[in-house]
Every structure is written in structure tokens, then in C-alpha cells.
T-cell receptor
Framework: DAKTTQPTSMDCAEGRAANLPCNHS???????VYWYRQIHSQGPQYIIH???NNETNEMASLIITEDRKSSTLILPHATLRDTAVYYC????????????FGKGTKLTVNP | NAGVTQTPKFQVLKTGQSMTLQCAQD?????MSWYRQDPGMGLRLIHY???????DQGEVPNGYNVSRSTTEDFPLRLLSAAPSQTSVYFC?????????????FGSGTRLTVV
């Protein structure tokens, strides 16, 4: 079973920041948090991952709480192309070989 | 560098037929996985491999076989196709390193079993 919980859906206005929350209250000390997204009918796309420090790359920022029980993916300036299902994943046993996808959050970016 | 290549992109099978979905990657990734995605649902892990010669079952392995004779290839075999196996199949690969850059997914094979 997936080890994370996410809201089923969210809406965001184009150009505004999209903040997608994820709860992972049973996370262990050496387990990473990964974020992927899936744009309609395409293969999932890796976005970002983190252990305990906040991370930023060209796609997004990842904010992990100090107790590591939750995280937030931030798309700073959402565009219509960011409409997708976003998955927050905590792989088992501290490794990344086995990803179990939950239902994710359907983000709709509105014009 | 082609990434993860899946063939065929589309396939229609009759119940009881067998076939192999091909997956190849040219990134020298140790990890490879197969997922299926049914309409309106999330991805479910079928089988995965942590290296050549090593495979393991995921959440929904029944009706499927895999082998990993080379680092590059990870074929998925349907032994006797059933309508319940109508789905989109995704192959993915990743470096072995913990905390690595995550999986790269192929574009999928859309399979219909009639």
C-alpha cells in the first residue's frame, strides 16, 4: 500500500503558485520523499525528491517539515501545461527500487 | 540517448494468446520496473528488477512473467491473455543509488484483449 495521503484534487489559477500537500506520517529516518506527475495518458515524469532538507530544481520546490511527517510540492508559477496528476511517493526500505503509486492529486490549472 | 523505449505502442490480442511487451533502456540503469494503469486508476507495480538476473514480484504479478538477461532489456510476457489484462503498460528504469534521480518512464503500450 502507498505510505502517503494526498488530497484527491486541487485547483490553481494560471500564474499563481500551486502548493500540493502530502502526509507521510510513518516515514522512516532514511526514506526519501519523491514526487512524480502524470500528464494525461503519458508516462509519469520525475519532478523532485528530498530527505530532510528543502530542495529546489528547475521544475519545483519541495518543502519537508522538520518532523518529516509531511511535505509540500510547490510549482511557483503554474501554467496550463502543469495540469496533471501529482504523486507523492515514499519508497520502501530507504531505497528507490520499488515505487508504489497511490491515487495522487489531480491538479487543474485554470486560465 | 533514447531513454526508455517500449514496443509496441498499441496491441490487440485475442483471449488466450501470448505476447511479449518489449522494454529497453540505454542509460545503464540498474533498476527496471513494469506497471499497469487501468482507466481512471493509478499505476500498479507488476514486476521489478534490481539488476541483470534478478527479478521480483510487485503488487499484481499474476499472469505475467519477466526476465532480465541484460542490463538494457526487461521484457514482460503475458502467458495467456485475458480481458482483465486490458490496460496501459509502462516500463521504467532508474539508477540504483538510494536517493537517486528517480525513474524514467517509457511512453507506454496500450493493450486491448478481446
Amino acid at each position: 500500500d502507498a505510505k502517503t495521503t494526498q488530497p484527491t484534487s486541487m485547483d490553481c489559477a494560471e500564474g499563481r503558485a500551486a502548493n500540493l500537500p502530502c502526509n507521510h506520517s510513518t516515514i522512516s529516518g532514511n526514506e526519501y520523499v519523491y514526487w512524480y506527475r502524470q500528464i494525461h495518458s503519458q508516462g509519469p515524469q520525475y519532478i523532485i525528491h528530498g530527505l530532510k532538507n528543502n530542495e529546489t530544481n528547475e521544475m519545483a520546490s519541495l518543502i519537508i517539515t522538520e518532523d518529516r511527517k509531511s511535505s509540500t510540492l510547490i510549482l511557483p508559477h503554474a501554467t496550463l501545461r502543469d495540469t496533471a496528476v501529482y504523486y507523492c511517493i515514499v519508497p520502501d526500505q530507504g531505497g528507490s527500487e520499488k515505487l508504489v503509486f497511490g491515487k495522487g492529486t489531480k491538479l487543474t490549472v485554470n486560465p | 540517448n533514447a531513454g526508455v523505449t517500449q514496443t509496441p505502442k498499441f496491441q490487440v490480442l485475442k483471449t488466450g494468446q501470448s505476447m511479449t511487451l518489449q522494454c529497453a533502456q540505454d542509460m545503464n540503469h540498474e533498476y527496471m520496473s513494469w506497471y499497469r494503469q487501468d482507466p481512471g486508476m493509478g499505476l500498479r507495480l507488476i514486476h521489478y528488477s534490481v539488476g541483470a538476473g534478478i527479478t521480483d514480484q510487485g503488487e499484481v504479478p499474476n499472469g505475467y512473467n519477466v526476465s532480465r538477461s541484460t542490463t538494457e532489456d526487461f521484457p514482460l510476457r503475458l502467458l495467456s491473455a485475458a480481458p482483465s489484462q486490458t490496460s496501459v503498460y509502462f516500463c521504467a528504469s532508474s539508477y540504483r543509488r538510494t536517493g537517486g534521480l528517480g525513474y524514467t518512464f517509457g511512453s507506454g503500450t496500450r493493450l486491448t484483449v478481446v
